[in-house]
C-alpha cells in the first residue's frame, strides 16, 4: 500500500473530534479538507500581497498580479494544458460548465439539434444544458449504462448521430465511482462533429490527468475537491474554441473597451473571468496543486485504489449491505455508495454521525442516475490522500452498530 499516513498531520481538523470520537472524514467527494500548507499561502497573501490584480500601477498589484497567474501557471501544468492561457478560472465545476453551456451551446445549438449525456451526470453537467435549450430548442439525450454500472459503449454508436452537437461525460462518477473511458467518448464526439465536455470534478483531483490525452475540448473541475479552497475551479478549454466564444459574463476586467451600446472583449482567459477574481483563493488553488505534485498523482491514484480495493471486500462482509458501482477497485475510483437493509441512508449517515464517522447520503446530486439505481438515495462514503485502512475499519464498526441498532438481519 502507499503509505501516505505521514499526510494526516498537515490537516488539522482531522484531530478533532465529532461527539466524542476522532472524526473519521468520509465525505472527500463532497470537499476535500485542507492541509496547513493551502492555508498558509491564503494567509500570506492577505498579510503580505493583498492588492486587485491586472489593474495597479504599484509594486504591490504587481505582486497580486504575479501570485494569480502563476496559479493559472500551475494549474494549466497540473493538467498538462499547453499554455496557462487554456485555464479559465471560474467559481468551480458547475461554473466553469455554465460558461461552455452560455458560452457555446446558447450560440450554436439549434432546435433539433442534440446535447448527449450520459445517465450518471452530475446535476453541473445536465441542469446548464436543460437552461441552454430551453432557449435553443435542443433535446438532451442520455447515453445509459450496463450491468456493471459502466457508460454503455454500444449504445454510443447507435446515439452519436449528426443532430448530436456536444457530448458531456464524467470523468468519475461521485455515487457509483465508474471512471468511463473517456478519451474513447471525446474521440468518438469529435468524429461525429461534436465538442466534448469533460466533468473532470472527481477526476483531476484523483488521478493524473493529461488534456491531451483525454482529447476533450472543455474540461471542469473544482479547487475544494483537491485540497483547494472553495470559491475557485477551472474550465480548461481548446484555445480556438475559447477564442471564438462568446463570454458568459460581462462586468470589470473582461473588456477590451466599452461604448454605451457594446463593448469589445479581453483576450482569454480574461474574456472569461469579469469582475474582481477570487484572488487568495487562486493562491490556495496553486498552493494544493504545489501538494498534490509532490505527493505524485500517480501515488494518489494507487492510495486511492488500494483503500478502495479494502473497502469493497470489508463493505462485502457486511450482511444486508448493497454497493452501487463497479465490483473492480481497477474499474472506479475512491467513492463508495450503498445502502444498508431498509435503512434510509439519512438515518444511517446520522448514527454513523454519533460514532463520529462523516459520510454523505442523498442522491448526491444525481436524480436521474438514482432514478435508474430504483433508490431514492444512497449512502456514500469517499475517500482521498489523508484516508487510512483504520478509517475504513472505522465505518465498518459504525455500521455494524447501525445493524444492530435497526435490526437488519
Ligand atoms: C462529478 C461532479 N461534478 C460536479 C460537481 C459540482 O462541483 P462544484 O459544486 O464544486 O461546482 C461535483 C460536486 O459534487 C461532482 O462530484
Sequence with gaps: MTDLS???????????????????????????QKPVQVLQAMDDFYRQANANVHRGAYALAEEATALYEGARAKVAAFIHATSPREVVFARGTTSAINTVAYGWGLHHLRPGDRVLLTIMEHHANVVPWQLVARHTGAKLVYLPMDDGYRVDLTALDRMLDERVKVVGIT????????????????????RAGAISVVDAAQLV?????????????????????????TGIGALWGRLDLLESMEPAEGGGEMIRDVDLQ???????????EAG????????GFGAAVDYLSAIGMEAVRAHEADLTAYALARLGEVPGLTVYGPAEAVDRGGVVSFTLGDIHPHDLATILDQQGVAIRAGHHCARPLHRVLDVPATARASFYVYNTR????????????????????
Design 205 to 229: 483531483p484523483h488521478s493524473p490527468t493529461d488534456v491531451a490525452a483525454l482529447g476533450a475540448d472543455f474540461l471542469a473541475f473544482s479547487a475544494h475537491k483537491m485540497l483547494g479552497p
Design 390 to 409: 483504520e478509517d475504513v475499519d472505522a465505518l465498518i464498526t459504525a455500521l455494524a452498530e447501525a445493524r444492530r441498532l435497526f435490526g437488519v438481519a
Design 6 to 32: 505521514r499526510l494526516r498531520g498537515d490537516f488539522p481538523i482531522l484531530s478533532r473530534e465529532m461527539n466524542g470520537r476522532p472524526l473519521v472524514y468520509l465525505d472527500s467527494a463532497a470537499t476535500t
Design 262 to 272: 457594446t463593448s469589445t472583449w479581453a483576450e482569454v482567459p480574461q474574456k472569461f
Design 171 to 190: 470523468g468519475m462518477s461521485n455515487v457509483l465511482g465508474t471512471i468511463p473511458p473517456v478519451a474513447e467518448v471525446t474521440a468518438a464526439a469529435r
Design 276 to 283: 474582481t477574481p477570487p484572488i487568495a483563493e487562486a493562491v
